[in-house]
């Protein structure tokens, strides 16, 4: 698959061969929609806790004798069954994450890719370096390419100035290659991808 070179000023600055075996697969909704679960289930915090009967400030003392007053067998007051007792089966700090195959994880990833690419959403750039770090001269350049809503990958390291440029835009996100995920492509309309990023992944792949 044949996509051309855009400069950051709009221009066309040459032509690129995507491989297909990464950006030319059939998009399958089931195994990305697992992998954006597995994604948004490992970042849980799973914090959540309830007092149960254990964790209640109270007496464990007998309410009243057992036989003789008319009154149900109880024991401790700090069952659920009262005011101020512990809660039954209330949730408890754990862990939502789960397991999924290091194969479907690389998978969904291609799949994504080639999702963007299906859709026209994919946008490869030489490089992504500026001469400053300001936002509006940043700014200047998405108007002319025509981006609002994107998520800009470039390779081992992002370089500094786009990062404090578009560390303040809503809806950009910029990260290094290793940090190129399924969730965050899905959830920009755009995928900005310099060279150096489209090498390191077809290496990866390879």
């Given at each position: 698959?044949?996509?051309?070179?855009?400069?950051?000023?709009?221009?066309?600055?040459?032509?690129?061969?995507?491989?297909?075996?990464?950006?030319?697969?059939?998009?399958?909704?089931?195994?990305?929609?697992?992998?954006v679960r597995y994604q948004l289930a490992k970042r849980r915090a799973?914090?959540?806790?309830a007092q149960g009967r254990a964790d209640v400030s109270r007496t464990?003392?007998?309410?009243?004798?057992?036989?003789?007053?008319?009154?149900?067998?109880?024991?401790?007051?700090?069952?659920?069954?009262?005011?101020?007792?512990?809660?039954?089966?209330?949730?408890?700090?754990?862990?939502?994450?789960?397991?999924?195959?290091?194969?479907?994880?690389?998978?969904?990833?291609?799949?994504?890719?080639?999702?963007?690419?299906?859709?026209?959403?994919?946008?490869?750039?030489a490089n992504a370096d500026l001469a400053e770090g300001k936002t509006?001269?940043?700014?200047?350049?998405?108007?002319?390419?025509?981006?609002?809503?994107?998520?800009?990958?470039?390779?081992?390291?992002?370089?500094?100035?786009?990062?404090?440029?578009?560390?303040?835009?809503?809806?950009?996100?910029?990260?290094?290659?290793?940090?190129?995920?399924?969730?965050?492509?899905?959830?920009?309309?755009?995928?900005?991808?310099?060279?150096?990023?489209?090498?390191?992944?077809?290496?990866?792949?390879?």
């Amino acid at each position: 698959m044949k996509i051309d070179i855009t400069s950051l000023d709009g221009g066309k600055a040459g032509e690129i061969e995507l491989n297909d075996a990464i950006f030319g697969l059939e998009p399958r909704a089931d195994i990305l929609a697992r992998m954006v679960r597995y994604q948004l289930a490992k970042r849980r915090a799973g914090t959540h806790q309830a007092q149960g009967r254990a964790d209640v400030s109270r007496t464990g003392k007998k309410m009243y004798k057992q036989k003789g007053t008319g009154n149900a067998r109880h024991g401790s007051a700090r069952v659920p069954q009262f005011r101020g007792g512990g809660r039954a089966f209330g949730p408890v700090t754990r862990s939502h994450a789960h397991d999924l195959p290091k194969k479907v994880r690389a998978l969904a990833l291609k799949h994504a890719l080639s999702a963007k690419a299906k859709d026209g959403g994919i946008i490869i750039w030489a490089n992504a370096d500026l001469a400053e770090g300001k936002t509006k001269a940043l700014l200047g350049h998405f108007a002319k390419l025509g981006l609002t809503n994107a998520l800009i990958v470039d390779g081992a390291s992002v370089p500094e100035n786009i990062g404090l440029a578009a560390n303040n835009i809503p809806s950009i996100d910029v990260l290094p290659v290793q940090g190129i995920n399924v969730y965050d492509i899905l959830r920009r309309e755009k995928l900005v991808l310099t060279k150096a990023a489209v090498d390191a992944l077809e290496a990866r792949f390879a």
